[in-house]
């Protein structure tokens, strides 16, 4: 948790600001259930401020993504620059890249301010199937990207993208979480096996030293919309709040599923989850 001292304009008297800062760099969801605005709400839901630089704009609903329009990748490194040279977060939670240039752009700033909490939630295909990622971003993303992330939340799909194989099985799911520290270089991964046909959700974590599975009932909804979105907000939110990695993972993980279980049911298509319930208690604990 951060702890820096300010001046206040009018009396010049010295403030105590301990409030936790996160910043997310995605895309927006003019439905507001998936990218920056359940980033946003998320944070919210854990008591941490939150600050976003915005990759691309999506006309979008639960039905489907409609259209994407990125942003130019000097912009989007003017946002990431004048919200953290003014505000450092203490932690960043990174989503739809778009494509090679704005990758790039995340990894000069990730070295540039030396972020030590870096979330990488490497979204690549909508929910809905729509592509959201150009494929000669997905090798800067491998290569150069990756290895400098906490912790890495791909689903399946991405999963196999990022290791060129496809995932089928929960064997196939620890191989991979396996793989992606040990070949790819990633220092931790949570593998999300929920798109796997299977009545349990699996979802595996590997930080090279330690595995952990985690197994639970699957939940009879298509009211999923943002949920990788809101996992991977949350698990930076919580490392903002100072909770080691792997307890971050675990309640991130059961605040998404309460999310899910209480989804509002709006749309007609995949609705959204709510993002509204509390990650943590009015004291900031876990």
């Keep these: 948790?951060?702890?820096?001292?300010?001046?206040?304009?009018?009396?010049?008297?010295?403030?105590?600001?301990?409030?936790?800062?996160?910043?997310?760099?995605?895309?927006?969801?003019?439905?507001?259930?998936?990218?920056?605005?359940a980033?946003?709400?998320?944070f919210h839901a854990h008591a941490v401020y939150g600050m976003s630089a915005i990759t691309a704009v999506t006309a979008q609903n639960t039905q489907g993504v409609v259209d994407v329009t990125p942003l130019a990748a000097d912009f989007v490194a003017a946002q990431i620059h004048a919200a953290v040279?003014?505000?450092p977060p203490d932690a960043v939670k990174t989503g739809m890249l778009a494509n090679r240039s704005i990758v790039e752009v995340v990894v000069e700033a990730a070295d540039r301010y030396d972020w030590d909490a870096l979330v990488i939630d490497?979204?690549?295909?909508?929910t809905t199937g729509a592509r959201l990622i150009d494929q000669d971003a997905v090798d800067v993303l491998r290569r150069k990207l990756l290895p400098r992330a906490t912790v890495v939340t791909p689903n399946v799909l991405e999963a196999g993208v990022l290791l060129n194989t496809t995932i089928t099985d929960e064997t196939a799911l620890e191989m991979a979480a396996d793989a992606l520290v040990d070949q790819v270089g990633v220092k931790a991964v949570l593998v999300k096996g929920g798109d796997l046909e299977a009545d349990d959700?699996?979802?595996?974590?590997?930080?090279?030293?330690?595995?952990?599975?985690?197994?639970?009932?699957?939940?009879?909804?298509?009211?999923?919309?943002?949920?990788?979105?809101?996992?991977?907000?949350?698990?930076?939110?919580?490392?903002?709040?100072?909770?080691?990695?792997?307890?971050?993972?675990?309640?991130?993980?059961?605040?998404?599923?309460?999310?899910?279980?209480?989804?509002?049911?709006?749309?007609?298509?995949r609705g959204p989850l709510d993002l509204l319930t509390p990650g943590v208690d009015v004291s900031g604990a876990p």
């Design 122 to 126: 490497p979204v690549m295909v909508a």
């Design 201 to 269: 959700v699996v979802d595996v974590y590997c930080d090279g030293t330690n595995r952990e599975v985690f197994r639970e009932p699957r939940i009879a909804t298509t009211n999923t919309h943002g949920s990788g979105c809101a996992l991977a907000s949350a698990i930076a939110a919580r490392l903002a709040l100072g909770q080691p990695l792997e307890n971050a993972v675990r309640g991130a993980r059961q605040w998404v599923r309460q999310a899910i279980e209480r989804a509002p049911g709006l749309g007609s298509g």
């Design 85 to 87: 040279s003014d505000i």
């Design 1 to 37: 948790m951060r702890s820096s001292t300010r001046f206040d304009a009018g009396s010049r008297a010295t403030i105590d600001n301990s409030t936790p800062v996160t910043l997310t760099i995605a895309g927006s969801d003019s439905s507001g259930g998936a990218g920056i605005q």
């Design 39 to 42: 980033d946003l709400k998320t």
